[in-house]
């Protein structure tokens, strides 16, 4: 028996490189979504506490402002588990939701100094089930994170259906999509800083080239969304508005964009889904079923 589901996309902006007042703002984002029947929503990338959009502007010779932004990055960043994550699970086991959320991880297993740009996935029970590490951060990210591994290229089973997650464009890496794609995923979380027309044309590619549904989230943030303590905000131009006006948006297994994209607005997006459109959009084209070919191709995922 097919049956829908109501899944939702949180563009929404950070409590700027404040850990606590984001996760609180987090919190109660998944109790709206909760009550308005969504099982699954989706936080931006780096939602805890704030894309580092200074990388794309202050120069690798200013060391003295970059280790001061760096000390704040990293002393609001999360370690899992701590008191946020906490906070987070008892919010999704409250409003019976699932729960992605992008964030700063500190590197726990070690120095606790240097950061990953992670998903972090909990269910509607309020359990960690899994986390996941940008395999490559790009361009000047690299200043900021870590490499992640391929071991949390995972997918995961929740009442909402089997979610995975890629992080911005590390998306566009067709062999990591595989891996994804070979897991089963039905649900693609797709967090990004990116709002590009480009982008949303790639990931309606790829919802149909998975034939899997995909939650593009991107986080709507405003100049006025950054104190004015911080000097690298006189960097931008002064009559700019917006850092990024967001475009998050939610598509079908056939490309169709069902929501958004939503455009210079806080907001939570909503779409009811039918997991068998999956099913139905596979009859023609399976990348990893009749169209696979293993017997020409050989697909292998080492960790």
């Known amino acids: 028996m097919s049956y829908t589901i109501k899944i939702a996309a949180a563009q929404l902006s950070p409590v700027f490189l404040n850990k606590e007042k984001t996760v609180e703002k987090a919190c109660k984002a998944i109790h709206d979504a909760g009550k308005n029947g969504a099982k699954l929503i989706v936080f931006p990338e780096a939602f805890i506490s704030g894309y580092p959009d200074w990388i794309w502007l202050i120069p690798n010779s200013k060391g003295s402002e970059l280790n001061e932004l760096y000390i704040k990055l990293v002393k609001n960043a999360v370690a899992i588990p701590d008191e946020s994550t906490a906070k987070l699970c008892k919010a999704a086991k409250q409003a019976k939701i699932n729960v992605t959320i992008g964030m700063h991880e500190l590197n726990t297993e070690t120095s606790n100094s240097s950061l990953y740009n992670s998903i972090l996935f909990i269910n509607d029970s309020g359990d960690v089930i899994g986390k996941h590490r940008k395999l490559i951060p790009t361009g000047g990210e690299r200043l900021i994170w870590a ?36 897991g089963g995923a039905q649900i693609l979380i797709a967090p ?76 939570i997006l909503y779409a009811s889904i039918n997991l068998d459109d999956i099913i139905a959009a596979k009859r023609m084209f399976d990348v990893v079923g009749h169209y696979a070919r293993p017997d020409v191709f050989k697909f292998e995922h080492l960790l």
């Open 192 to 267: 990004t800083w990116d709002k590009s027309a480009n982008w949303i044309n790639s990931m309606q590619h790829i919802a149909r080239e998975g034939g899997l549904f995909v939650i593009s989230t991107c986080m709507c943030l405003k100049m006025d969304d950054i104190p004015d303590t911080y000097e690298f905000k006189k960097r931008y131009p002064t009559d700019r508005e917006y850092i990024n006006t967001g475009n998050s948006c939610i598509i079908s297994p056939t490309g169709k964009i069902i929501s958004g994209p939503a455009e210079a607005t806080e907001e």
């Open 147 to 182: 490499q992640g591994k391929g071991d949390t290229l995972k997918c995961y089973k929740t009442s909402a259906g089997s979610i995975a997650g890629l992080i911005c464009w590390e998306n566009f890496m067709p062999l990591a999509r595989n891996a994804i794609y070979e």
